[in-house]
């Protein structure tokens, strides 16, 4: 018809851009996932043992639940074996046959070790309990503290730490008294706590401090070169290395 304008054609097909295919997406993908799956286990870790953080996480040495007993402690070593929660090296000092031994004139941890025992009073959890067997420790409260750290390990027997401040406690014990009963007893807790996480340092130190107080020269040995091929820079460590005879200085 005259005056109407013509309407330009459709096409019948429109092609649409092709989009270019993004190489190694999959690999990143995958890498996301496992970043992801380390960061939920690290923050599980937070929760459950927040003293196995690594300090590059923002974590610490020292379990906040110890913290004040390890303030308190500083570089004194009350007992020849090794705690779990962070306590740092010292030369070991004289415990007493009395029992009323020089911790009772550390008044920071007569402090420390009486909130613990009125929170493991109020709540008995074996968080709770734990703490308050470490205190009984270093106050040379050596029957209470195995009491009370056996008490925690049969409440959580597959708590590593549990059962390494239980051998510890023997151990300490069988120091103080003589009882080669309880050096037995350290040996096997401590290769208990082992067994449930290998390269915990405190139940590897005690496992052989406990061999070489029982004799038993080739496993003691065999034991502490166990210890130093997961700690070999510590002051811990080169202890282990004077008790094997690799350095002869003493400590400071």
Known sequence: MPGVPEVPEVPKVLRVPRVPRVHGARRWLAAGGAGLALAASLLLVARVAPERVPAWLGGSDVDPRFAALVEAVGEQRYVEPRLT????????????RSGSGVQTANLALLAAAGELQKAADADPTPENLHAWGVAQLLLERYDDAVHTLRAVVGADPTAPRYRADLAAALAARAAHTGNPEDWQ?????????????????????????????????????????????WDQDSEWAAEAQRRLGLRSDPPK
Do not use: H
Request: glycine letters at 8%.
């Open 85 to 96: 929660g962070g306590f740092r090296y010292g030369p070991l000092r004289s415990a007493t």
């Open 185 to 229: 007893a350290a040996l096997d807790a401590a290769r208990l706590a082992r067994g449930l996480e290998p390269s915990m340092a405190e139940a590897l130190f005690t496992e052989a401090l406990a061999l070489e107080a029982i004799d038993r020269g080739f496993e003691s040995q065999a034991a502490w070169q166990r210890y130093l091929r």
